[in-house]
């Protein structure tokens, strides 16, 4: 039997919040496959997003561990797995976090910025990236001057100059509108299409629904088995 892409053993990720003690991730085991669209929905608050943070190696986990290609991110030192957000991980956000004071292509450049990509290849790539998302015309816009939908398209291109082996999705249409949903989840749907692996997150049954291959349901830390026939049985793995 071939060895998951990406798996999880055991993870769990614990804070303290004042004498409390709260498990947003409690004992998780899943598996990723290369080139699968998977979604991770539930309420807020359920944990979803922790465990995409743990995923992409922005959040230690309390304990358990995440295997990527067989070896586990925490034998990774820190070079090592800087190196694996920079170069294999994409990131997109709800909130979008652009830098006011940039354009859309300086933005979209700063993916680069700590990889060694010389600063006309930087422009390059960002420029490229930002014409493939449909923004040829926005690229010395700042994020002000932009709409939600572009915003967010902005923040995918920052995501993809990188050309990742995986798109992390934490509830990339939460700010937008019903048409701005459709077209992002549009969008991401061709991507994986094209071979882009994508895990999202998102409290949005119906959205899980239209764009991913297998959807897993967390429950205040903890994977539920789901009701919903549309889960597929509500297995992790």
């Keep these: 039997m071939d060895t ?20 947003a991730v409690d ?13 991770i929905v539930g309420a807020s608050g359920s944990g979803k997003s922790t465990i995409l943070n743990l995923l992409a190696g922005l959040d230690s986990p309390t304990s358990g561990s995440i295997d990527f290609e067989g070896v586990p991110l925490g034998s990774l030192n820190r070079r090592q797995l800087a190196a694996y957000r920079a ?41 490229e990236t930002l014409k493939r998302l449909g923004l040829g015309d926005r690229l010395d816009h700042r994020p002000g001057d932009l709409s939600g939908g572009e915003q967010q398209r902005v923040a ?7 050309r990742p082996e995986i798109l992390f999705a934490d509830e990339p249409t939460g700010n937008l509108d019903h048409e701005n949903t459709r077209q992002i989840a549009e969008l991401l749907t061709d991507l994986n299409r094209q071979g882009l692996t994508v895990v999202m997150v ?25 009701k919903d026939p549309a889960f597929g049985g509500g297995t992790a793995s």
């Design 156 to 162: 995918i291109a920052r995501a993809l100059v990188k």
């Design 27 to 39: 004992g998780v085991n899943l598996s990723i496959d290369r080139g699968e669209f998977l979604g």
């Design 87 to 127: 170069h294999r991980v994409g990131m997109i956000f709800q909130s979008f976090n652009l830098l006011g004071h940039h354009t859309a292509l300086g933005n979209v450049e700063l993916a680069l910025y700590f990889n060694d990509t010389p600063h006309r290849e930087r422009t390059r790539l960002a420029a």
């Design 202 to 226: 998102t409290h949005d049954l119906d959205l899980a629904r239209q764009c991913t291959q297998r959807m897993i349901r967390m429950h205040y830390g903890r994977l539920a088995a789901p």
């Design 4 to 23: 998951p892409w990406i798996q999880t053993h055991d993870l769990c990720r614990y804070y303290r919040r004042g004498p409390q003690q709260v498990r």
